[in-house]
C-alpha cells in the first residue's frame, strides 16, 4: 500500500516543468510520458482511480533512471523519484513480475542462489569461451563478468593490523564481491595501511536496493532485516561501503522503506548513523605522506547515488588530488547521470546508450587517461560505453591503492 503522504506528494506538482530538461530520459526521448511532470501525472490519475495500471504506463514508469535529478529540480519540493519508486513496487504487486525480475528477486535474496547461479555462468562461459556465445543469461543481460572468485572467498574475514587504531566492519555489495574484486582489496589494502582492522561479516546479503528498484519491496525485506542484524554492532568505529548504492540504501533507504511499510526504522537509523563511504573515512586522514608520485590526468564522475543522494562530492575529488603528480580535470556535466541507473540498460538499452553516450563525450573531451567513479554501475556503463578507448575506468580507491607506497 502507498501511504498517505507520498499519495498527496502528487498534488504538490504545480506543473512548471523546471524538472523536464535536467531529466537524462526526456532530454533524449522528448516526450511528456516520460518527463518527470508526465510521469507524476499519471500516478495522480491512477491514485485518484481515473486510468488502469497497464503494460504501457509500467513501460513507461521503468523508463527511468531514479536518478533523483528531477528531485532535486522541484521548486515544490516533490519527493518524485520516491513517487516512483514506490509505484513500481504497487505495480510489481498487482501485475504479475515479469520473469526477469522475478529472477532478479529469487537470486538476490538468497545466500547461496547467487554463487551458485554465477558459478554456472563461469562455467558456461569456460566451455564456450572460444565460441562468439551469447546463450547465457549474463551475456543476455550484458553484465560485467563476475571474477572467478568472490572478493570473500579471495580475502579472509577478519583482516587485522599489528597496532589497531580502529575496526571497521566492511559491506562489500554483490557488485565489488563478485564482479569488481580489486576494489575490495584496495579498500582493505589502504585502510589496513591506516591502522583500521577490517571485517567482512560472512553473512551479509546483497543491500536489497536493486529489488527495491524493480518494485520488490516485500521482497527486500529480507535483506533488510539480515542486514541490520548484521552490522548493527556497537563494538566498531564505522561500516564501510565503496559503492555509492550499497551506500544509499544502507543510509537511507532502509529507514524510509521500512516506514513506509509501517515497520520499526529505529535500527536502520542506527545503521545510518554508523555508515561511511570510503571517501568519507579517507578524508580524515593525513594521506598525501603515503602516496607516491603518478603523473597523468583523471577526471571524476559524481554517482547519483552517492552526490544526489548522499551529497557526497568533493571527498572522492579531494582524495584524487591528494596524489602527487595527477591533475583532476573536471568533465563538462560531472553529475549528470550516465545512464547506468535502475537496471536501464538491460530494460531500454537504446535509452541508456544514448544518454551514456553524451557522458563519454564529456569525458574523452577532458583528454583524461583515467574516469574514477565510486559506482560500480556507472563504472559498467562508462566502460560499456567507451568501447576499445583505452581510458582506464576505475574506483577512485583503486587510483589511491595503486598511488600507495610500499610499506
Ligand atoms: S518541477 Fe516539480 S512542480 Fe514542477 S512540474 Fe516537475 S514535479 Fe511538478
Ligand atoms: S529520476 Fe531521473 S530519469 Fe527518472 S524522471 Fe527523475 S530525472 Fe528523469
Not at 519540493?77 to 520516491?82: I, P
Not at 532478479?104 to 572460444?130: A, H, M, V, W, Y
Not at 589497531?164 to 555489495?173: A, H, N
Request: hydrophobic share 35%.
Amino acid at each position: 500500500m502507498i501511504t498517505k503522504e507520498l499519495k498527496e506528494e502528487v498534488y504538490k506538482c504545480i506543473k512548471c516543468g523546471l524538472c523536464l530538461t535536467p531529466c537524462p530520459v526526456y532530454n533524449l526521448l522528448r516526450f511528456e510520458g516520460v518527463s518527470p511532470r508526465g510521469r507524476v501525472q499519471l500516478i495522480k490519475k491512477i491514485l485518484e482511480g481515473k486510468t488502469e495500471l497497464s503494460e504501457h504506463f509500467q513501460s513507461l514508469l521503468f523508463t527511468c533512471l531514479l536518478c533523483e535529478t528531477c528531485t532535486a529540480n522541484c521548486p515544490s519540493g516533490l519527493k518524485t523519484d520516491r513517487l516512483m519508486k514506490i509505484m513500481r513496487s504497487e505495480i510489481q504487486e498487482r501485475l504479475r513480475p515479469d520473469w526477469p525480475k522475478g529472477m532478479l528477486g529469487n537470486l538476490l535474496r538468497d545466500k547461496s542462489r547467487l554463487p551458485f547461479f554465477l558459478f554456472c555462468e563461469r562455467t558456461r562461459e569456460n566451455l564456450f569461451s572460444s565460441q562468439e556465445d551469447k546463450s547465457g543469461l549474463l551475456a543476455d543481460c550484458e553484465l560485467p563478468r563476475p571474477d572467478s572468485k568472490a572478493l570473500r572467498q579471495q580475502v579472509p574475514e577478519v583482516n587485522p593490523v599489528p597496532e589497531p587504531k580502529g575496526k571497521v566492519l566492511y559491506f562489500t555489495g554483490c557488485a565489488t564481491n563478485y564482479f569488481f574484486p580489486n576494489v575490495g582489496k584496495s579498500v582493505i589494502k589502504v585502510l589496513n595501511r591506516l591502522g583500521m582492522e577490517v571485517i567482512l561479516p560472512r553473512g551479509q546479503m546483497c543491500c536489497g536496493l536493486p529489488l527495491f528498484q524493480a518494485g520488490g519491496r516485500k521482497k527486500a525485506l529480507k535483506n533488510i532485516r539480515e542486514n541490520l542484524k548484521l552490522f548493527n554492532r556497537k563494538d566498531v568505529d564505522a561500516v564501510v561501503v565503496d559503492c555509492a548504492a550499497c551506500g544509499a540504501a544502507l543510509k537511507k533507504e532502509y529507514a524510509q522503506i521500512l516506514e513506509e511499510m509501517g515497520e520499526d526504522a529505529k535500527p536502520a537509523k542506527e545503521l545510518a548513523g554508523k555508515v561511511m563511504d570510503i571517501s568519507q573515512i579517507l578524508a580524515r586522514y593525513d594521506l598525501g605522506k603515503w602516496l607516491k608520485p603518478v603523473p597523468g590526468r583523471v577526471t571524476y564522475h559524481d554517482p547519483c547515488h552517492l552526490g544526489r543522494s548522499q551529497g557526497i562530492r568533493e571527498e572522492p575529488r579531494n582524495l584524487l588530488r591528494r596524489i602527487p603528480g595527477l591533475e583532476l580535470v573536471e568533465m563538462a556535466g560531472a553529475d549528470a547521470c550516465c545512464g547506468g541507473g535502475a537496471a536501464l540498460p538491460w530494460e531500454h538499452p537504446d535509452v541508456a546508450s544514448g544518454i551514456g553516450r553524451n557522458k563519454v563525450q564529456s569525458i574523452r573531451e577532458t583528454r583524461a587517461t583515467v574516469v574514477a567513479s565510486g559506482c560500480p554501475w556507472c563504472r559498467r556503463q562508462i566502460g560499456e560505453n567507451l568501447g576499445q578507448d583505452p581510458i582506464r575506468v576505475l574506483h577512485p580507491i583503486e587510483v589511491i591503492a595503486e598511488a600507495l607506497q610500499e610499506s
